[in-house]
């Protein structure tokens, strides 16, 4: 054992926390959120560096190394699609594989598992999907339709004139398509009044972003001391739900990564006609999977567009294992204690930055985030480490192991217990070794 080994174990394994910094490292079963084993450890923390070292190889040696050649990363980042999204717990593949095991009627799965996530989320109904982006275009195709077979069978170029999409200009980004890939045009406004008058006979639909609360731009959140206020002129998802009632137009609120921050039926209990959610992010099912969720009618009407139908949403397949996986995935999320989630995040957070807060040159701030956990902020005195925030960032994905990482804040949601001692291990190597006199 080198010094720097010893001393990470001295720090992190001595100091009480051994049994919940291992829980996860010893196999693809055991999972942050409902890790219960035991390591252990002597004195030393001879266990842990066990664990740890074959947690390091397994980086080096595994599916995607040996087949493809393909180095995965640690996911010091948040859950998402560039990333992989989230990994799957052990009973939703295991339900995954069994489910692969029998044949069944797609059209009856797909409304029994619609009937058993809407229980689940106190909806009058909802479609499983192939992702949030997914539900959006079926969302929007089904405001644009409703159940009529002709105007079904137009999509995606509807000819009525009752075919625009209402977004206030903070809510837009560039996932907005999804609404022009079902038929919309799309109208912006910006002022309350200009939504006012933007308001319509031929508004098919209101699209509002929850992401909208947390910052001014959409992206992973960020710390609270950096987050720009919008001002109130900008219009919050409830408020446009009350907006969408009086004038009899459908609300589509997207909460595609809002999960836990956001309950899953508060939009629901909110008035909102339907609701988006991505269910390979904190859900943790099937990255190919998404929820559409909200009124039965327009639920009818985007099941009539979705596979195995042969309409405009033909191409957007759920396999009968995805489906299975996420109903799963649903109800194990619903069950979690989501209090102690957020504080296993937050534990890690602290100790990342307390580990490293020692290299001279380097701050590691344990900071909140403007949706209510913790991240470790980055900064370092460019006159010892004169590297930008791109170099680090591109220095720590090609390094060994690779680190995904934004260039600014370490996040710890996606990573299993004991997987930030690897993490602040890294760091460690790249500001006291990798970047001294560069």
Same mark, same amino acid.
């Given at each position: ?208 972003? @929850?992401?909208? %609360? ?7 959140? $960020?710390? =609270?001391?950096? +987050?720009? #206020? !919008? ?86 397949? @759920?396999?009968? %294992? ?7 995935? $649903?109800? =194990?999320?619903? +069950?979690? #204690? !989501? ?100």
């Amino acid at each position: 054992m080198n010094h720097q080994d010893h001393e990470l174990s001295r720090r992190r394994f001595l100091g009480g926390t051994a049994a919940a910094s291992l829980a996860g490292l010893t196999g693809t079963a055991c999972q942050a959120e409902s890790d219960t084993s035991i390591v252990a450890l002597d004195a030393q923390g001879t266990a842990a560096l066990g664990s740890i070292a074959n947690s390091e190889a397994s980086l080096r040696d595994n599916i995607y190394t040996r087949l493809l050649g393909v180095r995965p990363h640690l996911g010091a980042h948040e859950h998402i699609t560039t990333l992989g999204g989230s990994r799957m717990p052990a009973e939703v593949l295991s339900a995954m594989a069994e489910a692969n095991d029998y044949f069944v009627d797609m059209h009856e799965l797909t409304a029994a598992a619609g009937s058993r996530v809407a229980q689940l989320m106190d909806a009058e109904d909802a479609l499983v999907t192939c992702g949030a982006f997914s539900a959006m275009i079926l969302g929007a195709a089904a405001c644009l339709t409703g159940t009529d077979p002709d105007k079904i069978r137009d999509l995606p170029h509807p000819t009525w004139p009752q075919r625009e999409c209402l977004i206030q200009t903070e809510h837009r980004f560039s996932y907005d398509r999804a609404y022009r890939a079902a038929g919309m045009r799309i109208v912006e406004a910006s002022t309350r009044e200009d939504v006012a008058a933007k308001i319509n006979e031929n508004t098919a639909m209101i699209a509002v972003l @929850v992401a909208v %609360e947390k910052q001014k731009e959409f992206g992973p959140p $960020l710390p =609270r001391k950096r +987050a720009t #206020d !919008h001002g109130d002129h900008v219009i919050m998802p409830e408020e446009f739900i009350e907006i969408g009632k009086r004038a009899g137009v459908p609300v589509l609120v997207d909460m595609a990564s809002d999960l836990p921050r956001v309950s899953l039926s508060h939009f629901i209990s909110a008035g909102a006609d339907l609701v988006t959610i991505s269910g390979g992010k904190g859900i943790r099912g099937p990255q190919s999977t998404g929820i559409l969720a909200g009124r039965s009618d327009l639920i009818e009407a985007a099941r009539l567009h979705a596979s195995p139908n042969g309409n405009l949403g033909r191409g957007m397949k @759920v396999g009968k %294992e995805e489906i299975i996986g996420l109903v799963v995935a $649903l109800e =194990r999320f619903v +069950a979690l #204690d !989501h209090q102690a989630l957020v504080e296993g995040w937050n534990a890690k957070a602290r100790w990342i930055a307390d580990e490293i807060q020692d290299i001279d040159g380097l701050n590691a701030e344990y900071a909140l985030n403007t949706v209510g956990y913790a991240d470790v902020e980055l900064a370092w005195d460019e006159d010892v480490f004169p590297v930008t925030a791109d170099e680090v960032r591109k220095r720590l994905r090609d390094g060994e192991p690779r680190l995904a990482y934004d260039g600014v804040t370490v996040r710890t949601r996606c990573l299993r217990d004991g997987e930030e001692v690897l993490v602040a291990k890294r760091l460690r190597q790249l500001f006291e070794e990798e970047l001294r006199g560069v």
